[in-house]
């Protein structure tokens, strides 16, 4: 993709936005019906309280704000403004003001629709995340062309999409606003998906603070490298204790048997172990110690005759 041909900057975006305003005189008082939802608005989700709030505002003061439009065949598309669509809708309006602006560039359009969100702060953190990562994904952008487009840093922009990266039962909670961003980063530091998901629950139940939350995953993870420390030490430990004799005979006794062995003993008294896993590796051992006592008969009679 030529990336010349795209729009380069939010200066670029907001320029082409200013002639267009200027050639519409503001805004038009336009028919509800001609208006339709955008095919792809980076916001997803819509809380029916905030819906019917906002309808119950719009019939006592009208629409203050106009709803951001662009032409289409028999009509208008939403850029910005869905919400005040949907409450327009609600509070059975006929007409809505709506400002115009031409654009024929799908990023252009996509890239306003984020920024429009992003400046009114409409947008949760992961309705954010996946908007920048379908416009990375959609037009080839790499992080760092992205930050400069719509006025965000780099980091900013990586620090966002790693959020998608959670757990799909911490993504939800997430989305539901029972944890928030915060929560969320610290959560990024897990692991492993289980701990996660563990600790994202215990975060829930006792609704801990980012502070707490970040307490309780360095104590979890403390715990978690002392119990392997542990267990590392006490399988070394026990590897140094078996004397020379008894791990000859242990490798020994392996390999002639084709599994492992394990022998212990202690004053002369003790047991000698083979180990199985599948019916099959039974079967071969049983039909090897069969085959070995047979042996061991057919050398006996030979020494007797």
């Known amino acids: 993709m030529d990336r010349k041909a795209l729009g380069k900057t939010i200066g670029d975006v907001f320029q082409k936005t200013a002639k267009s305003r200027e050639s519409n005189q503001g805004f038009l ?181 980012i502070r707490d939350l970040e307490k309780l995953m360095k104590k979890s993870t403390t715990e978690q490298l002392n119990d392997h420390i542990d267990t590392s030490s006490k399988e070394k430990k026990s590897k140094k204790e078996i004397p020379p004799k008894i791990r000859e005979l242990q490798d020994n006794l392996s390999r002639l048997f084709g599994t492992k062995v394990q022998v212990n003993e202690k004053n002369g008294k003790g047991a000698i172990t083979l180990h199985f896993d599948t019916r099959e590796a039974f079967q071969d051992l049983y039909k090897g110690l069969d085959k070995l006592m047979s042996n061991v008969k057919e050398e006996a009679r030979s020494v007797e005759e």
Request: with cysteine; charged share 30%; aromatic share 2%.
């Open 29 to 209: 008082e336009v028919d509800i019906g001609l208006i339709r939802p955008p095919g792809n608005n980076p916001r997803k989700v819509f809380e029916d309280e905030e819906l019917e709030e906002l309808s119950e505002s719009i019939k006592q003061h009208g629409i203050l704000q106009p709803i951001v439009v662009i032409r289409q065949a028999g009509g208008y598309e939403i850029v910005s403004g869905e919400r005040r669509y949907r409450a327009s809708k609600i509070a059975n309006v006929s007409t809505v003001p709506i400002v115009i602006r031409e654009y024929t560039n799908d990023q252009d359009i996509a890239e306003l629709r984020l920024i429009e969100n992003i400046q009114r702060q409409d947008l949760g953190p992961v309705e954010l995340a996946q908007a920048y990562q379908e416009l990375l994904n959609e037009h080839d952008l790499t992080q760092e062309e992205l930050g400069k487009r719509v006025g965000k840093s780099r980091t900013s922009i990586t620090n966002s999409i790693r959020l998608l990266t959670l757990n799909k039962e911490v993504l939800l909670e997430l989305i539901s606003g029972t944890i928030s961003t915060g929560h969320a980063k610290v959560l990024l530091g897990c692991p492993n998906a289980v701990e996660q998901k563990k600790l994202c629950k215990e975060c829930v139940e006792k609704s801990l603070s």
